[in-house]
Every structure is written in structure tokens, then in C-alpha cells.
């Protein structure tokens, strides 16, 4: 299995820029996870979708972020605009219903200047 | 609502010698619970969870951890600590009920394996 696959595994980008995180899940996993890491506030969730739904949006920071999941196998992060304070390490991860683990891809690290 | 605390967010051992990273919780039904290790500019990896049954898990690498209701606690241990096994240590927590399975996860523990 290839696991969850998150592009691109870095970014840098100006201040004021739009930038798009993409996550695919593994095949058959329902459930997508969307979390921020930072060494201030640990691991934070920002998003999670259950069937393609938006369940709870509740860490999301504020309105520049948004997230999309428009089919099973495919999720988008969206910053616009972006800012210095928005970099950290973004994961993606995904899981089945039930008492079932996540598994995490391997990161996205975002360089706002 | 549920919880989860680390106790300890830098813990070192010396090579050999036993690994106890500490987490409690706090959840409103019964939970489920999960340790995840994370190495440097990787992503988070599942360790060992407890869901219903046994208490003491077992889990990748020689780790185990103990559920324990009456103290809250599931607790991290490893016999004889390894240089690889340097990393940070996340505890989680989800509830037993629900569709979507959230996870509260702690602040996390960097464990420094000294040799």
C-alpha cells in the first residue's frame, strides 16, 4: 500500500501568495484528517471529513484557510492569502470508521516569507 | 470532550536502560487510546493502541503500554531503551462513540536516548 500521499513535501512562498496542500488518502479509508504542526502550539487539528463531508471546521485559523475534499481519493488545503505566521508542517491523514488508527503522511513543510 | 496529558516534555535515558513516557487522559465515555512515535521531518507513526479487551498492549519496536482506568493513565514502556528509539512520543485519545474518530492528541514527549 503506498500510504498517504501529501504534495509538495515543501513549499516556500511570499507573503501574500495563494498556496494549495494536496493529500491523497489510502483507498478505502473514509475518514481525512488535516493537521498543523508547529514547535508553539504541538499538533493541531484544523479540519476532518467523514464520506467527502466536512464534519468539524473548527481549527480552521481563520477565513484564508480552506479545505475541499471533492471525491474519496483526493483533499486540497487552501491558504490565500498567506502569511508568515501560517508556516509549519501540515500533515494529512486518514482512516477508517471505528476504533481504527490514523496513519499520517509524510508532511507538508510551508516557508511563508 | 476528552483530554490528554503528558507528563514530561523531555525525558532521557541511557542506552539499556528502561523507557517510561507517562500519559493520562480524560474522556467522558470510554476511551480508545494510541501512541504514536514521530521521527525528525517525518510523519506521525502508529506505536500500539488499546480499544477494548486486554490491558496491556503490545506494540511495534518492544514498546507496551498499560490502560489503566481507575488512574487514567496509559503509560509508555520499553525494557531497554535503543539509540533509535529516539524521537518524540505522541499519546492520543478518541471516543468509543461517534462515526468520525477524532484524536486529542498531548503536547508530546521528546525522549534523547543517551549512549
Known amino acids: 500500500d503506498a500510504g498517504v500521499i501529501q504534495s509538495p513535501r515543501h513549499e516556500v512562498t511570499e507573503m501574500g501568495q495563494e498556496v494549495t496542500l494536496r493529500c491523497k488518502p489510502i483507498s478505502g479509508h473514509n475518514s481525512l484528517f488535516w493537521y498543523r504542526q508547529t514547535m508553539m502550539r504541538g499538533l493541531e487539528l484544523l479540519i476532518y471529513?467523514?464520506?467527502?463531508?466536512?464534519?468539524?471546521d473548527s481549527g480552521m485559523p481563520e477565513d484564508r484557510f480552506s479545505a475541499k475534499m471533492p471525491n474519496a481519493s483526493f483533499s486540497t488545503l487552501k491558504i490565500q492569502p498567506s502569511e508568515p505566521r501560517d508556516s509549519a508542517v501540515y500533515f494529512c491523514?486518514?482512516?477508517?470508521?471505528?476504533?481504527?488508527?490514523?496513519?499520517f503522511g509524510p508532511g507538508t513543510r510551508l516557508t511563508v516569507t | 470532550a476528552q483530554s490528554v496529558t503528558q507528563l514530561g516534555s523531555h525525558v532521557s535515558v541511557s542506552e539499556g536502560a528502561l523507557v517510561l513516557l507517562r500519559c493520562n487522559y480524560s474522556s467522558s465515555v470510554p476511551p480508545y487510546l494510541f501512541w504514536y512515535v514521530q521521527y525528525p521531518n517525518q510523519g506521525l507513526q502508529l506505536l500500539l493502541k488499546y480499544t477494548t479487551g486486554a490491558t496491556l498492549v503490545k506494540g511495534i519496536n518492544g514498546f507496551e503500554a498499560e490502560f489503566k482506568k481507575s488512574e487514567t493513565s496509559f503509560h509508555l514502556t520499553k525494557p531497554s531503551a535503543h539509540m533509535s528509539d529516539a524521537a518524540e512520543y505522541f499519546c492520543a485519545v478518541s471516543l468509543s462513540s461517534g462515526s468520525a474518530r477524532q484524536l486529542t492528541f498531548g503536547s508530546g514527549t521528546q525522549l534523547t536516548v543517551l549512549p
Open positions: 491523514a486518514s482512516s477508517l470508521d471505528g476504533p481504527y488508527e490514523q496513519y
Open positions: 471529513f467523514n464520506n467527502n463531508v466536512p464534519i468539524d
